[in-house]
């Protein structure tokens, strides 16, 4: 299932998941640091949402209340509260 999220408060802009059986099977992200998103995006294919969860939940960025990071978790949050 393809999922879309607008992160806030990060320079990230647009987040597109293909989830299938509780799993990211892919996470193409608009924006933000590119390398360090497209190696974030390598290491949650085919993991669990809640491992994603729980890994990314609650991280900062610098004196920001969130990160990228974060954000994939909330998204994800999204997710599963909208199914």
Request: with cysteine; hydrophobic share 30%; aromatic share 8%.
């Amino acid at each position: 299932m393809k999922y879309e999220y607008r992160p806030k408060g990060v320079c990230s802009t647009n987040f597109t998941f293909e989830i299938e059986d509780d799993r990211i099977k892919s996470l193409q992200v608009t924006g933000g640091c590119n390398g360090n998103l497209k190696g974030i995006s390598s290491i949650i294919k085919g993991m669990p949402l809640d491992q994603v969860i729980s890994a990314f939940d609650g991280i900062n960025c610098g004196s920001k209340n969130t990160s990228c990071p974060d954000q994939i978790a909330r998204a994800l949050k999204a997710y599963k509260e909208e199914r």
